[in-house]
Nanobody, 126 residues
C-alpha cells in the first residue's frame, strides 16, 4: 500500500508562484512514476505533469508547459510541482498520483494510476 500526502496549496494572485509537495510512503515508494493531476469545479480531472522514477523523463500538459516544473527527490520519496506565472484557470484541486507499473515512462491517463493523494486546493485570484 502506497500513501501519498500532498501539501503546499493556497490562495495566490495572478502571476504568483506556488510549490506543491507530495511525499510517498510504503513499499517500492521510489520505483514508480508519479504525476500531478488537477480538477476544477464542474470539470473532469486532467493530467498536469508527470515524472519517471529516475527523474530522467518529464511530461507536461500543453496548458502548463513553460510555467510548471515537476521534480523529485528519490531519497526523500518526494515530488514537487513548481508553479509559476499562475493564472485564474489554474484554480483547481491538485492531486498527486503514483503509477506502480511505470518504470521508464509517464502516462497521462488517469486510469493508469494506482494510488492517489487526498488533494490540495490551489486558488488563483484575478
Amino acid at each position: 500500500q502506497v500513501q501519498l500526502i500532498e501539501s503546499g496549496g493556497g490562495l495566490v494572485q495572478t502571476g504568483d508562484s506556488l510549490r506543491l509537495s507530495c511525499t510517498a510512503s510504503g513499499p517500492r515508494s521510489t520505483t514508480y512514476a508519479m504525476a500531478w493531476f488537477r480538477q476544477a469545479p464542474g470539470k473532469a480531472r486532467e493530467f498536469v505533469a508527470g515524472i519517471t522514477w529516475s527523474g530522467s523523463r518529464t511530461v507536461y500538459a500543453d496548458s502548463v508547459k513553460g510555467r510548471f516544473t515537476i521534480s523529485r527527490d528519490g531519497a526523500k520519496n518526494t515530488v514537487w510541482l513548481e508553479m509559476n506565472s499562475l493564472k485564474p484557470e489554474d484554480t483547481a484541486v491538485y492531486y498527486c498520483a503514483a503509477d506502480i507499473n511505470a518504470l521508464y515512462y509517464v502516462s497521462t491517463t488517469e486510469s493508469r494510476y494506482d494510488y492517489w493523494g487526498q488533494g490540495t486546493q490551489v486558488t488563483v485570484s484575478s
